[in-house]
């Protein structure tokens, strides 16, 4: 255990510990013949626990005025979990609520709940995180570009926060899914592999990427080890990712066929779950739970800690001593039958 001070001058008036053993406060007596006063071992013992009691009072002080405290340390520890990197839709798109397929396959509004699509992820996910108390997250919401707002952290209140405060205020139209892909890859760049790695996408649409930054993406997902598990938030006129969906104008009129036949083309362990209501996405999110339960170590910092408030407890502790004995402290001697 290493431990370092704010303030090293306070000891240079650790000369002040001698103090005690110079003089000790108290009353002189004067005795007319001093050698009729008996010598009082008790007493000779007393007053040397007192010097030495305000020698460690003073020293006490001193270490505690010089501002101690540990060091940071960091520890490793083993959980079960993942290290998830969050992508986060805030495109106008997600201010919709669901569409909800009927038996024929036409699209409607899921008019029993009207939940936008953007509420509806956040509750999921705050369930999510608090279910997962072991997993590293990482946040980053977009839309024209990606804001990273959250590195890989244990630190779930913040990420909840962000969250929750996602569902407010305008969202923008467009959407950059290259560049959020990018972005959230860049979490895990220069950082031990330690646990599972998860980019976890929660949109409801999709874009066509150029040729160079797929090839980029997919040598990235593959060089850092990456799942892929996109949230596939369906809204209305969606026709789905599934191929007999699609029609007759081709992937390329459907951004989100496109994206989904590129994550299965990288090489990287991939799965899309489709949700038009708040159920289907549950159980994306539960399934997704019950794949990611894999050991993850980890690093743990303990911040550094104050001594300074121990130091002045044990100066109150060895001060306590002389207050009780400067109580019965003796200021002059009466003979018996003095005449007063």
Same mark, same amino acid.
């Given at each position: 255990m290493q431990i370092y001070f704010e303030s090293l001058w306070v000891f240079s008036l650790l000369p002040l510990a001698a103090l005690p053993w110079i003089k000790l406060p108290s009353t002189t007596i004067e005795v007319r013949n001093l050698p009729i006063v008996p010598i009082d071992r008790e007493n000779n013992l007393i007053e040397l626990m007192i010097r030495l009691t305000l020698t460690i009072t003073i020293i006490s002080c001193l270490f505690g005025l010089s501002g101690p405290y540990y060091g940071q340390r960091m520890t490793v520890s083993t959980g079960i979990g993942a290290e998830i990197v969050l992508l986060l839709d805030r495109s106008r798109s997600m201010d919709q609520p669901y569409g909800k397929v009927d038996f024929s396959r036409s699209l409607i509004i899921n008019t029993r709940e009207m939940t936008t699509k953007k509420e509806a992820a956040k509750n999921v996910l705050s369930n999510f995180i608090s279910n997962r108390p072991d997993d590293f997250f990482g946040l980053v919401n977009f839309s024209s570009r990606p804001i990273r707002l959250f590195p890989l952290t244990r630190n779930h209140d913040s990420i909840q926060g962000a969250i929750n405060a996602s569902v407010y205020g305008k969202s923008l139209a467009e959407t950059d899914i290259a560049a959020v892909l990018l972005e959230g890859l860049s979490f895990f760049s220069n950082r031990s592999y330690t646990a599972s790695r998860v980019l976890m996408l929660i949109s409801?649409?999709?874009?066509?990427?150029?040729?160079?930054?797929?090839?980029?993406?997919?040598?990235?997902?593959?060089?850092?080890?990456?799942?892929?598990?996109?949230?596939?938030?369906?809204?209305?006129?969606?026709?789905?990712?599934?191929?007999?969906?699609?029609?007759?104008?081709?992937?390329?009129?459907?951004?989100?066929?496109? #994206?989904?036949k590129y994550f299965q083309s990288i090489g990287v362990p991939y799965?899309?779950?489709?949700? /038009? &209501?708040?159920?289907? %996405?549950?159980?994306?999110?539960?399934?997704?739970?019950? #794949?990611?339960?894999?050991?993850?170590?980890?690093?743990?910092?303990?911040?550094?800690?104050?001594? /300074? &408030?121990?130091?002045? %407890?044990?100066?109150?502790?060895?001060?306590?001593?002389? #207050?009780?004995?400067?109580?019965?402290?003796?200021?002059?001697?009466?003979?018996?039958?003095?005449?007063?």
């Open positions: 409801d649409g999709g874009a066509q990427i150029d040729p160079r930054t797929r090839q980029e993406i997919a040598e990235l997902s593959n060089r850092y080890q990456i799942s892929i598990y996109w949230i596939y938030l369906r809204g209305r006129g969606s026709p789905g990712l599934s191929e007999d969906q699609i029609d007759s104008a081709g992937s390329g009129a459907v951004p989100e066929f496109f #994206l989904h799965k899309v779950y489709e949700a /038009s &209501d708040n159920n289907q %996405l549950k159980n994306a999110l539960k399934e997704i739970d019950k #794949l990611q339960k894999l050991p993850t170590r980890f690093q743990v910092i303990t911040p550094p800690k104050s001594l /300074s &408030d121990t130091a002045f %407890l044990w100066a109150f502790v060895f001060f306590t001593p002389f #207050l009780i004995f400067s109580m019965f402290e003796v200021t002059r001697w009466e003979l018996q039958g003095e005449q007063k």
